[in-house]
């Protein structure tokens, strides 16, 4: 199943879980019952434009971006953060106004059974989708994986609240979990931000991941044959490798791109979706950079 088609699910899913949480609003007043409905609709918003950059990034390269489009991913973590961080604004908004002026709730039990419902739906797919988003190392579809686990933690928050309020008689315990739940959510729209800029940063990869380059270049190291200057990074699912192999200067050019092919090769079958770039060099000559501009001088 492609990402693409999970995302579509969690569009379907958010406009239902949605719906089930504005009537749970509706049905009984709750202000925290609000809240819990307004990031429902971040849920749509968010998973509606994951979808999008997900179909870009998709997209093979052209001529105005022949890397390709992988990058368009990040923009979704981002786009959803920016989403979440206006709800949270509008969720406190609406807090202190219930706070300066308490209302009693109405119809709690049948709002909690509807929230309740929702949120098992939320649960049962970022479960699902969190598998997928490692399997297909998708960063819009783990966003919204998140988020959606976030959207569960704070309708339990909500639900024990409004289960609270009749047996102690507090109705700003309603508003004040409201400004809790507020502050969770304003944390993962910090989290899905600065996950959408150091994706744009060109990230390096993963230890563990460098960990497997290191092992597969070490079982082609040889007295002749040496490797450096390894720099990694990440592109939405793609991850890109550069690195200098330095062979004796004898050789002939047909035998060091046999080599390098084999090293290319090894380098793609340990590691899922890397794209090797290796220059070769006599091992006599250094590469080195000058200055931030990354001009190399022999």
């Known amino acids: 199943m492609r990402a693409a088609s999970y995302l579509k699910l969690s569009v379907a899913v958010a406009l239902a879980t949605m719906a089930l949480k504005f009537g749970a609003w509706w049905l009984t007043g709750s202000v925290g019952l609000l809240s819990d409905a307004l990031e429902s609709l971040v849920n749509v918003a968010g998973a509606g434009f994951a979808l999008w950059m997900v179909v870009v990034a ?16 990040y923009f979704s973590s981002g786009f959803e953060g920016l989403l979440i961080l206006a709800a949270a604004l509008a969720i406190v908004w609406a807090a202190v106004e219930r706070l300066l002026h308490p209302q009693a709730l109405e119809s709690l039990s049948m709002g909690l059974a509807l929230s309740v419902l929702s949120s098992v739906m939320n649960g049962a797919l970022a479960y699902a989708m969190l ?3 490692r399997e297909l190392r998708s960063v819009a579809l783990e966003g919204d994986a ?12 909500v639900v024990i609240a409004l289960i609270a309020v009749p047996f102690t008689g507090w109705q700003w315990l309603d508003p004040a979990i409201a400004i809790v739940v507020a502050a969770n959510i304003l944390r993962e729209a910090v989290r899905l ?10 990230r390096a990869l ?8 290191d092992d597969t270049l070490h079982d082609f190291e040889h007295h002749v044959i040496r490797f450096d200057h390894v720099v990694t ?4 699912r793609r991850r890109f490798v550069d690195l200098h192999m330095h062979l004796p200067g004898g050789w002939t050019l047909r035998r060091a791109a046999a080599l390098r092919a ?5 380098l793609m079958d340990a590691v899922p979706g890397l794209r090797a770039r290796i220059e070769l060099l006599p091992s006599d000559v250094e590469a080195h950079f000058d200055g931030d501009d990354g001009q190399k001088s022999p």
Do not use: F
């Open 58 to 73: 998709e997209a093979p390269p052209d001529d105005d971006h022949p890397y390709g489009h992988h990058k368009a991913e």
């Open 131 to 133: 598998g997928a988003a």
């Open 146 to 157: 998140r988020h959606l686990l976030t959207d569960v933690w704070t309708s339990a928050g």
């Open 193 to 202: 931000i600065g996950t959408a800029a150091d994706g744009l940063m060109d």
């Open 206 to 213: 993963e230890p563990e991941v460098q960990r497997q380059i």
């Open 233 to 236: 990074r990440r592109a939405g």
């Open 262 to 266: 084999a090293v290319e090769q090894a």
